[in-house]
């Protein structure tokens, strides 16, 4: 377990469904350029884990600013739509709607249930 979070620094607890409690680890790792959405979803899984939610990304970079530079960032989350999903800016306190083309900076979590 620990060799699975060396790489990532606690961004945040939070509590889920049935009020269970999860970590959310970011990963140092950071892709190269700004992706699109499909894109950022398949870098994240190759690092073995996971797109954040728009809250995860608002916690996640209150308590590590250092670890977002500019904006916005691609979220997991995404309306029935389709055509779109839910980024996030660190100027803004709420998320935003982006088509799933456009090229966004990508962050990438693990959750670990406490």
Same mark, same amino acid.
């Given at each position: 377990?620990?060799?699975?979070?060396?790489?990532?620094?606690?961004?945040?607890?939070?509590?889920?469904?049935?009020?269970?409690?999860?970590?959310?680890?970011?990963?140092?790792?950071?892709?190269?350029?700004?992706?699109?959405?499909?894109?950022?979803?398949?870098?994240?899984? @190759?690092?073995?884990?996971? +797109?954040?939610?728009? %809250? =995860?990304?608002?916690? #996640?970079?209150?308590?590590?600013?250092?670890?977002?530079?500019?904006?916005?960032?691609?979220?997991?989350?995404?309306?029935?739509?389709?055509?779109?999903?839910?980024?996030?800016?660190?100027? @803004?306190?709420?998320?935003? +709607?982006?088509?799933? %083309? =456009?090229?966004?900076? #990508?962050?990438?979590?693990?959750?670990?249930?406490?």
């Amino acid at each position: 377990m620990m060799q699975y979070l060396e790489d990532s620094s606690l961004a945040t607890v939070l509590v889920g469904t049935r009020h269970s409690a999860y970590g959310v680890f970011l990963l140092h790792a950071k892709p190269e350029t700004m992706l699109d959405w499909e894109s950022a979803k398949a870098w994240a899984k @190759s690092v073995g884990a996971d +797109l954040p939610t728009v %809250q =995860e990304l608002s916690h #996640a970079s209150e308590s590590l600013p250092d670890s977002f530079v500019g904006s916005p960032y691609w979220s997991k989350e995404y309306p029935p739509s389709g055509e779109v999903a839910w980024s996030k800016s660190l100027a @803004s306190e709420h998320g935003e +709607l982006i088509f799933k %083309q =456009e090229k966004c900076l #990508a962050v990438a979590v693990r959750r670990i249930c406490i």
